[in-house]
């Protein structure tokens, strides 16, 4: 399966694309193309395709990092994906970037466990832990919004702290963006592709509406 991987959730962006089929179970990374800040994601995809000798046509399924994190750039990516699959009719997957930074760490050759940290403003955290081991990682912890505080006893305790933007915080914290390519290389194993307009980001926060006044009327 050729797949494209846009993984927009952090600060480093990246684009990625991989094949893998049974001589390959485990993908070969044809082309990863990472940029700071803002680079527009569609000359990113372009050049990624270009690298990889690839026609947008030839691209099976996309694989999109769906955060936490970056929700404008989650937004993105997430409407790149689902253009494509209107016009094109290509699989579409949506991963946890918290379970990308895990698997990259892995890729690293960290072991034991971790807590991956992502900023979610207002002085809280996303939190999940990992058990990392030679053979790959294992959620221990689900992903949660926790405060400050919370994520300092992890540290005080002396656990590994990873995260895009961890050190900011935590000067012993190891930065570990999620990448494309590792992204792509998780997406190969998974199935549980799903439509286009199913695609939305994570966010763990309490949806809260407000209801309108009724009208006034003025006599």
């Known amino acids: 399966m050729k797949i494209l991987a846009l993984e927009f959730s952090s600060p480093q962006r990246s684009v990625a694309v991989i094949r893998g089929n049974e001589s390959h179970p485990k993908g070969i990374a044809t082309s ?3 940029e700071a800040g803002n680079t527009a994601p569609f000359q990113m ?6 690298d990889a000798k690839l026609e947008r046509e030839q691209i099976e399924c996309l694989a999109v ?28 997957l949506g991963l946890s970037s918290a379970e990308v930074i ?30 990392i081991t030679p053979e790959g990682h294992r959620e221990i912890t689900p992903l949660k919004i926790v405060l400050l505080s919370e994520v300092q006893k ?6 590994s702290l990873l995260g895009p933007e961890v050190s900011r915080w935590f000067p012993s914290g190891k930065t570990i963006f999620p990448r494309a390519a590792r992204l792509a290389t998780l ?33």
């Not at 769906?66 to 579409?92: C, D, E, F, H, N």
């Not at 992890?154 to 656990?159: T, W």
């Open 65 to 92: 990092g769906i955060g936490p994190g970056s929700y404008t750039g989650i937004r993105s990516a997430i409407s790149i994906a689902q253009g494509w699959q209107l016009a094109r009719g290509v699989k579409i």
């Open 45 to 50: 995809v372009d050049d990624a395709l270009r």
């Open 102 to 131: 895990a698997a990259q760490a892995h890729a690293d050759g960290l072991t034991g466990r971790v807590n991956v940290i992502i900023d979610a403003q207002r002085d809280e955290f996303y939190l999940a832990a990992y058990e």
């Open 32 to 34: 990863e193309i990472i």
């Open 187 to 219: 997406a190969l194993n998974r199935t549980n592709f799903i439509a286009g307009e199913k695609l939305e980001p994570i966010y763990l926060r309490e949806t809260k509406f407000v209801k309108a006044p009724p009208p006034r009327t003025f006599s």
């Open 154 to 159: 992890h540290a005080i305790a002396g656990e």
